[in-house]
């Protein structure tokens, strides 16, 4: 995660990354897998409050 702040935003990017056990050049699996689960995890983004709230309980949990 990395966050970059100035005068009137906040900028928050964040990075999925996934282990692939598949041999290399076979890993559609592997994409459909992570974009599945993008498309779950977005919906948390719709809102701030949302996404810090979920932020602090991956921190505490992790």
Same mark, same amino acid.
């Given at each position: 995660m990395a966050i970059e702040e100035t005068d009137d935003t906040v900028t928050v990017l964040l990075w999925h990354l996934k282990y692939s056990q598949a041999v290399? *050049?076979?890993r559609a699996d592997d994409l459909y897998l992570v974009c599945g689960q993008a498309q779950k995890g977005?919906? *948390?983004t719709w809102s701030l409050k949302n996404l810090i709230n979920h932020l602090t309980v991956r921190k505490i949990t992790s």
């Open positions: 290399m *050049g076979r977005v919906k *948390g």
